[in-house]
């Protein structure tokens, strides 16, 4: 899985001395500073040597950082051991240890405090705000960058402002609040332009772009980033140019456009292969194998040589996460290797790879390896006839959805029901107050009383009559659920959801199942106008909606520009596949009724008979489903069927032969069934008519 860059305020002090040294160099300095005598200029020496490695050489770092802590206590120069425990947090914080890191830092806000130095203080504030961050601790985190931004902005510290701003807004960014994140993002990044910190400023777009990527807002996104790209490449930033590459890569691929997104983290990883980046090369050869893997799904059988093209990238990415020893990769770049495995029709493998993400997972809590995971595995198990572990993985992922990405949301929701429970209580407290003081003046005087109790009963009468509005509301609003629910599930299902807040899953031995799909939808969708081709296929489905009507037939779902119905069920239909093939024949019908400039589709259409699973998938978007062997043959009457023609299986055929007449075509190769026998039905047979004598 991709994350997007953040730019998180990693340090809080001012651009670094950068040293490029080698471990010879190294010693040469420490023999420089053993030389030099101890004074405030030395130990100033030392914190610059120690800051400038601190990213490169941690252990010579630490060693300049303790000798200026050392020298510091001697000659009691606050400034200098403030700087030296800031960059010894800074290193622990580094190494992981973020409750070592913040005592470091406190240690050090204390001294700056002693010292007089606000903007010391205002700048470990934000360590501090950062260590409690890393431990997950936000509402500390929120409260520290809270405090250096108004010490900053109080003494008119801009870069510390724009520091605070920027980690306030990943707090909210991490939270969900779009809002709030997007305002402080802004914020940053009007202070760094004014301040003309170029670096800064790039990283404030690319933090806006993904903000935008997050809430689906493509196009300003792709803006920020592009905005971004110019800014790394004016100056001479490889590796922040590549990763806003691969930003703006993982964008188009989240707009399902395979080949930008190809395009660009190609051109990102050509960059961080000659920097020699592990972790980014890594990333990137697993993206690369994602977007086969990706493709290969939205083009179905035009485009499964993908899913073998995927396999060396992602098996590459597998090798380098290995080697740096990145186990959160590791057990993610398991979850791709799956998918293509399963493409490749090696059902077995994947589900070994799948298995081993889905633990690894579980273990570390990584809720939306899990959720991939789990949705992957279905696949594989059904592939394999093994509906009841492909249902529980299902139920698994919709649950562990829920409980990984609504919790906030619900926290939310309780508070606002909670704020409004009070709110009535107060007026029912302020109401029982006045009647209580209306009684009072009632048995004073006595035409009060009259007056009281002509309000009262006034009262009363508008609470009747606002009850009665309710309930009429309720149920115009009830009646509008159970007509959704009902274009939703079939009204067996619906009804049992309803009584029981839930509905089992059912087998039914004897349906069919119809597939259709359009031949050059794919293409024709590059270059149509988008509200065109929308409306096409809205016209087509609202008539096979309404074909299938006639019949009884229960439509499952519609996938792209594909259409998927089974007749049979939920209630038995002994005329099944009659009917089915009937409403295939009227399908073709009407799309050969609409051919023309207007309409350059043509369609394959494919049935099968045979016993499914069905039941409901999912808690939210819930979906009626059916699963089974005879699910996926159906696919594979369509994929090798022909433009125009109902194609069906020999197990259909030998239902239906009697009444249509159809076509033999033989044993055809189908794709993980071998040869399978296949029939165009052209029609209805004849009834000779009986001549009177």
Not at 22 to 39: C, E, F, R, W
Not at 483 to 507: C, F, H, V
Request: charged share 25%.
């Amino acid at each position: 899985m991709h994350t997007p860059l953040k730019y998180l305020f990693v340090l809080s002090s001012c651009f670094f001395l950068a040293i490029t040294t080698s471990g010879q160099n190294v010693d040469s300095l420490k023999k420089v500073i053993a030389q030099l005598p101890n004074s405030f200029e030395t130990i100033d020496k030392c914190n610059d040597i120690g800051w400038s490695m601190l990213f490169q050489l941690r252990d010579s770092a630490e060693y300049f950082i303790e000798k200026s802590i050392l020298l510091s206590d001697e000659l009691d120069y606050l400034e200098g051991k403030a700087r030296a425990l800031k960059s010894k947090g800074v290193l622990m914080d580094m190494r992981g240890k973020s409750l070592d890191a913040i005592e470091y830092w406190n240690q050090s806000q204390g001294l700056f405090q002693q010292a007089g130095d606000l903007e010391g203080q205002a700048s470990v504030l934000g360590n501090i705000g950062l260590g409690h961050y890393n431990l997950g601790d936000f509402e500390n985190a929120e409260l520290k960058f809270f405090e250096s931004l108004e010490l900053s902005d109080s003494i008119g510290y801009k870069s510390g402002i724009s520091k605070a701003c920027n980690n306030l807004a990943r707090i909210y960014d991490v939270e969900g609040d779009f809002n709030k994140s997007t305002e402080y993002y802004l914020k940053a990044l009007e202070i760094n332009r004014e301040l003309g910190n170029k670096a800064l400023i790039s990283g404030n777009l690319n933090n806006l772009g993904t903000i935008n990527q997050e809430i689906a807002n493509y196009p300003t996104a792709l803006n920020y980033f592009k905005q971004s790209l110019e800014i790394d490449q004016d100056l001479g930033r490889e590796k922040a140019y590549a990763q806003t590459l691969t930003n703006i890569g993982y964008t188009y691929f989240l707009k399902n456009e395979m080949d930008s997104a190809m395009l660009f983290y190609r051109d990102a990883l050509e960059i961080q292969e000659r920097l020699d980046v592990p972790w980014e090369v890594a990333q990137l050869n697993c993206n690369i194998g994602r977007v086969y893997v990706q493709q290969a799904k939205i083009s179905g059988d035009d485009h499964q040589e993908d899913f073998e093209l995927a396999l060396p990238y992602l098996q590459r990415s597998l090798e380098i996460r290995t080697e740096i020893n990145d186990q959160k990769g590791v057990i993610y770049t398991h979850i791709p290797i799956g998918e293509a495995l399963l493409g490749m029709g090696k059902p077995n493998e994947s589900i070994e790879q799948l298995e081993f993400a889905r633990r690894a997972s579980l273990r570390d809590t990584i809720w939306t390896n899990i959720i991939d995971a789990d949705e992957a595995l279905a696949e594989a198990y059904e592939s394999l006839g093994k509906f009841e572990l492909a249902y529980s993985r299902i139920q698994e992922k919709d649950s562990i959805y829920d409980l990984s990405l609504d919790e906030e949301q619900n926290s939310a929701i309780h508070q606002t029901q909670t704020d409004h429970i009070k709110k009535i209580a107060k007026a029912e407290k302020e109401r029982d107050e006045a009647i209580i003081a209306a009684n009072k003046a009632q048995r004073k005087f006595f035409i009060g009383g009259i007056i009281a109790a002509i309000l009262a009963a006034l009262g009363l009468l508008n609470r009747y009559r606002y009850v009665r509005k309710n309930r009429n509301i309720i149920a115009a609003e009830k009646k509008k659920s159970d007509d959704l629910l009902l274009n939703i599930l079939p009204e067996e299902t619906a009804n049992e959801l309803k009584e029981k807040g839930s509905a089992d899953a059912q087998r039914f031995n004897d349906v069919s199942i119809l597939f259709t799909d359009f031949k050059g939808f794919t293409a024709a969708s590059g270059v149509m106008d988008p509200a065109n081709l929308v409306s096409i296929l809205h016209d087509c489905f609202s008539a096979f909606d309404d074909i299938i009507g006639k019949y009884k037939i229960e439509k499952i779902k519609t996938i792209g520009d594909a259409y998927m119905c089974v007749s049979g069920l939920p209630i038995q239909n002994p005329n099944h596949a009659r009917d089915l093939v009937l409403a295939g024949l009227e399908f073709q019908a009407f799309v050969a009724s609409k051919q023309g400039p207007d309409f350059p589709f043509t369609m394959r259409l494919g049935i099968h008979t045979g016993s499914v699973v069905s039941g409901i998938v999912g808690k939210k978007k819930f979906a009626y489903d059916i699963w089974g062997d005879a699910v996926n043959t159906a696919a594979r009457m369509e994929s090798k069927g022909e433009i125009g023609r109902v194609n069906v299986s020999e197990a259909t055929y030998q239902i239906i032969k009697d009444e249509f007449e159809c076509e033999a075509r033989g044993a055809i190769e189908a794709k993980g069934k071998g040869k399978l026998n296949m029939f165009f039905v052209n029609g209805l047979k004849e009834v000779p008519v009986l001549e009177t004598v």
